[in-house]
């Protein structure tokens, strides 16, 4: 017969030596391999200006925005093994101070090594501050719950720490709402208790940006300047809202855009009784601001515009 049907002994044997070789134990991977764990050692004890991160802390609520279409920016460090180290403080005011932090993790495996900067901005309870916002800011605001409301009226320990927090959530919750309407604000990282991080705007060269009223931009990109601050005005009427403290003094310039700041006293444009006031008064106080720059805008012209984004 053919040689194609049987094969001789010496290649039977060849190739029982071959598939012997491919099954044998050896070839195979051990079960018990995928039940061994490597770790890498992590070191524990911290520096006096350290911490670690407390981004799984919070409640979920209480971290950035993230959804399908707007996915949270790729620099926010998430990782739980990540340290905060507190680097210095940017700014001392009346009601908050604003520290810069790093959270950074260090390279774990084949993960790599991450960090970000952020601006840490903590409010002060109600007895060491030194100014006190007018209550017409919160006219039409509702506190979480009763209890918290009855704290608060009676001045107790609790209600001024409710308080505080409270201007805290506030501003949390007006970055979120502004993020993901698309204004020029800082992305809102987390919120705990009084204690808000947010992206830190720096001017390139790592260090902060400059605010507005410190700089002197050349026609063109003051003209930029003031476009960008009318859409960003624009979209915070489209939500019913204005700022209510804008000024030079709460817009950063970072190289050739802006970014809006200080947002805990966001208004109500139609549930606050005073809402239109606040609106005229931003108006006013920005346009005040580059009519000195040498640009002519007209204050009543952008409160207009404003308008027929609210009704």
């Known amino acids: 017969m053919s040689s194609d049907v049987f094969r001789t002994d010496h290649q039977s044997t060849d190739l029982d030596d071959r598939w012997a070789a491919l099954t044998s134990d050896e070839s195979q991977p051990d079960v018990a391999d995928a039940f061994v764990f490597h770790f890498s050692e992590v070191e524990e004890e911290l520096d006096p200006?350290?911490?670690?991160?407390?981004?799984?802390?919070?409640?979920?609520?209480?971290?950035g925005p993230h959804s399908v279409t707007q996915p949270r920016p790729d620099w926010v460090v998430t990782e739980q093994?990540?340290?905060?180290?507190?680097?210095?403080?940017?700014?001392t005011g009346k009601e908050a101070d604003v520290f810069l932090l790093e959270r950074a993790v260090q390279q774990i495996?084949?993960?790599?090594?991450?960090?970000?900067?952020?601006?840490?901005?903590?409010?002060?309870?109600?007895?060491?501050?030194?100014?006190?916002?007018?209550?017409?800011?919160?006219?039409?605001?509702?506190?979480?719950?009763?209890?918290?409301?009855?704290?608060?009226?009676k001045k107790t320990s609790h209600g001024r720490s409710v308080a505080a927090g409270q201007w805290a959530y506030a501003e949390w919750d007006a970055l979120c709402r502004l993020w993901k309407a698309g204004?020029?604000?800082?992305?809102?990282?987390?919120?705990?208790?009084?204690?808000?991080?947010?992206?830190?705007?720096?001017?390139?060269?790592?260090?902060?940006?400059?605010r507005l009223a410190q700089v002197r931009p050349k026609p063109e990109l003051l003209?930029?300047?003031?476009?960008?601050?009318?859409?960003?005005?624009?979209?915070?009427?489209?939500?019913?809202?204005?700022?209510?403290?804008?000024?030079?003094?709460?817009?950063?310039?970072?190289?050739?855009?802006?970014?809006?700041?200080?947002?805990?006293?966001?208004?109500?444009?139609?549930?606050?009784?005073?809402?239109?006031?606040?609106?005229?008064?931003?108006?006013?106080?920005?346009?005040?601001?580059?009519?000195s720059r040498g640009l002519e805008v007209d204050e009543q012209e952008l409160f207009a515009d404003l308008l027929t984004m609210v009704f």
């Open 109 to 153: 495996g084949d993960n790599p090594a991450r960090r970000s900067l952020l601006a840490a901005k903590r409010y002060r309870s109600e007895e060491h501050r030194s100014f006190h916002r007018s209550t017409s800011y919160v006219e039409g605001r509702r506190t979480r719950n009763s209890r918290d409301s009855r704290a608060m009226a």
């Open 81 to 91: 093994a990540a340290i905060d180290t507190e680097l210095g403080i940017l700014k």
């Open 49 to 63: 200006d350290q911490r670690w991160s407390t981004w799984l802390d919070v409640e979920r609520g209480s971290r």
């Open 223 to 291: 003209g930029s300047y003031f476009e960008q601050l009318r859409d960003g005005m624009r979209e915070l009427a489209r939500a019913g809202l204005a700022h209510g403290d804008l000024s030079p003094y709460n817009v950063l310039a970072q190289g050739d855009r802006i970014v809006m700041i200080d947002l805990p006293q966001v208004v109500d444009i139609v549930g606050n009784p005073k809402g239109m006031d606040f609106l005229l008064r931003d108006c006013h106080n920005m346009c005040a601001w580059f009519t």
């Open 183 to 210: 204004v020029p604000v800082p992305y809102p990282v987390q919120v705990d208790g009084t204690e808000l991080l947010m992206e830190f705007i720096d001017d390139g060269d790592g260090g902060a940006a400059p």
